[in-house]
């Protein structure tokens, strides 16, 4: 299977249960696996057969930042969500991740994957 990948995309958001976290943006770290036939696109050499990487980061980020949301649980959901019924991708894996969230740990987060 091929895959198209997206690794480290950041978001600044409002995100979090807390007062004080729906008053400033955090960072948020997504990590995206995407099923897709590249064959065509490198046979042809071809962008329109190919899974664009910058469409796919632009339009989550534009997804994520249009609403605060509370937990990141939704952002991997709304996220696989997306990719899939927008970007005709069949398989996906998302990992987000919330740098700073838990003073003693780097960064916690949630992995789904889902498929049509």
Known sequence: MDKVLIHGLQIDTVIGIYDWEKQQHQRLLLDLEMAWDN???AEYDDYGKALCYESVSKRLTQLITAAPIELIETVAERCAACVLQEFG???VKVRVMKPGAVATAQAV??????SR
């Open 39 to 41: 064959r065509a696109a």
């Open 89 to 91: 991708v069949q398989w």
């Open 109 to 114: 987060g949630v992995e789904i994957e889902r």
